[in-house]
């Protein structure tokens, strides 16, 4: 085995919950406020986080792709490249690559993963994004397309880079996309890199049913993730697939719930409003050709838009006992994995392995016993 290699007996057990972090690829940390944030977009801090982030019990890290700054993120590096960075600085985390279909292309997009699918053990993933930024759009020249086209262009991405890891002489006729007998020379190993997928619009959940290996929601109540997670299963079930479920989360412990509060509070009280709102109104304007009004920020309060995917929802914010309990609940509603961002990254997500991470794993473990014996 090289250092780069995949290191089995390091990944937690079967059916144990996964645990994914946001890398701070972008500016301005994950809430969009003034207090501080002792975390940096820069590549020594990220390398230093994942490193962290893979002693401390995590799986994945999830990189972003912003082409311009929205929501204060003034700053953005490239995600492919970026985890390449991180890829490299790690042995055993997974990297999951932003992908943005319109600018990034499946031949191109197809051959920069299988290459580092084969550089670093096959530990590469993606993170298919349809887009909600028209004013990004606008700025580099790219086409905006309807709510619903952008999900149907991300399934033909989706199953162009499919076809091209699995087929020689691949052939495709869409709408967006096609191919020629077109065989890629090195393909990626098995298993194949994982796709996961953002948005909880009708689109989005369809698009997972049919295609995604894992489906990414913005922050909720158990009681909410379940009738998303039942809804996107039953599809699946119905399509011969089946799709993961992770939910995103803004994790605050603390050793007290009302320290843990204190801290919320302040993120809020010093949110900037203008961004907040010209974030609400790029999102809201994004989601309204979504007929039926489900997408991911359709219920958004300006609270829950100051952690920019409704981080707050998902009510990670407590002591660790409070925190693991609340965690094993999305589990209980059907998440498969836990995607999180914090204040202060390095500190809390060192805090989170040492202190949280053991609760849930007792938790699964006295779940398991309590089955066993019923
Ligand atoms: C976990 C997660 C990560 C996402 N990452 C990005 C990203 O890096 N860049 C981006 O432009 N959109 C990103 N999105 C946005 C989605 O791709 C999608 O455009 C958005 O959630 C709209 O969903 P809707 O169809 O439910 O309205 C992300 C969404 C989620 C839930």
Do not use: C
């Not at 809430?31 to 995590?58: C, M, P, W």
């Not at 972003?64 to 003034?74: C, L, S």
């Not at 995600?79 to 279909?101: M, N």
């Not at 299988?114 to 930024?133: E, H, I, K």
């Amino acid at each position: 085995m090289t250092a780069h290699s995949r290191n089995v007996a390091a990944e937690s057990a079967p059916g144990a919950l996964k645990f994914a972090y946001w890398v701070p690829n972008v500016s301005g940390g994950l809430v969009i406020s003034k207090i501080e944030q002792r975390t940096s977009h820069d590549i020594d801090y990220n390398r230093k986080l994942a490193q962290i982030a893979e002693q401390n019990g995590f799986d994945y890290a999830l990189s972003q792709i912003r082409f311009t700054a929205g929501y204060g993120a003034e700053f953005q590096h490239e995600p492919v490249t970026f985890s390449q960075a991180l890829l490299e600085a790690t042995t055993r985390l997974k990297v999951i690559a932003a992908l943005l279909p319109g600018p990034w292309n499946p031949a191109v997009a197809a051959k920069q993963i299988a290459t580092l699918n084969q550089l670093y053990g096959g530990r590469v993933a993606v993170n298919v994004v349809s887009g909600w930024f028209r004013g990004e759009f606008a700025a580099i020249g790219e086409p905006w397309l309807d709510h619903d086209e952008r999900y149907r262009r991300s399934e033909e991405f989706i199953r162009a880079l499919r076809g091209i890891w699995s087929e020689d002489n691949f052939t495709f006729r869409g709408d967006f996309y096609r191919f020629n007998n077109y065989t890629l020379k090195p393909k990626p190993s098995d298993p194949q890199p994982e796709v996961f997928q953002g948005g909880s619009s009708r689109a989005a959940r369809d698009m997972a049913a049919r295609v995604s290996d894992w489906y990414f929601t913005n922050g909720n109540t158990p009681e909410e993730i379940k009738k998303q997670a039942d809804d996107i299963r039953a599809k699946a079930a119905q399509n011969g697939h089946s799709v993961k479920v992770g939910v995103n989360a803004f994790l605050i412990a603390r050793e007290s719930e009302a320290e843990a509060r204190e801290v919320l509070a302040e993120i809020i009280a010093k949110a900037d409003p203008e961004a907040v709102n010209a974030f609400g109104h790029e999102v809201k304007n994004a989601g309204k050709a979504s007929p039926e009004g489900q997408g991911n920020w359709a219920k958004s309060s300006f609270e829950d838009l100051v952690q920019y995917n409704d981080g707050f929802r998902s009510n990670l914010i407590g002591t660790p006992e409070q925190i693991a309990e609340r965690i094993v609940r999305l589990k209980n509603a059907g998440a498969d994995l836990i995607l999180l961002a914090f204040l202060h990254f390095q500190e809390e997500v060192e805090y989170f392995g040492k202190h949280v991470i053991p609760l849930v794993r007792q938790l699964e473990a006295d779940q398991k016993l309590a089955v066993a014996a019923e």
